[in-house]
């Protein structure tokens, strides 16, 4: 069973950075971890992705030039780096795991953390 944990959310103001994390289970070189978010009265968007095994990733073009993704294969973590945060960022940031290819579709992935309050207010 594949199990992750999501941490670092939190209140931040407009133009601020926030780092979340996703620890998550020892997994194949085969997996891919993605980031989603879900804001009230929405859909859960991916925002970010990267492959376990390889340099491959993928950012949604809200977030690109903002946010950066990194793996740990080390810690078995996957950081969410998020700079230049707007309010419409504010969202339950989620990671999920899947035995695949970086994917940017929600119903690809099988396994899902709790998630992490983002909130950006001043």
């Known amino acids: 069973q594949v199990q992750l944990v999501e941490s670092g959310g939190g209140l931040v103001q407009p133009g601020g950075s926030l780092r979340l994390s996703c620890a998550h289970s020892?997994?194949?070189?085969?997996?891919?971890i993605g980031w989603f978010r879900q804001a009230p009265g929405k859909e859960r968007e991916v925002v970010s992705c990267?492959?376990?095994?390889?340099?491959?990733?993928y950012y949604s073009d809200s977030v690109k030039g903002r946010f950066t993704i990194s793996r740990d294969r080390a810690q078995s973590t996957v950081d969410l780096q998020m700079t230049s945060l707007k309010p419409e960022d504010s969202a339950v940031y989620y990671c999920?795991?899947?035995?695949?290819?970086?994917?940017?579709?929600?119903?690809?992935?099988?396994?899902w953390g709790q998630g992490t309050q983002v909130t950006v207010s001043s």
């Open positions: 020892r997994l194949s070189l085969n997996y891919a």
């Open positions: 999920a795991a899947r035995n695949g290819a970086v994917a940017p579709i929600r119903m690809a992935y099988d396994y």
């Open positions: 990267i492959s376990v095994g390889n340099d491959n990733t």
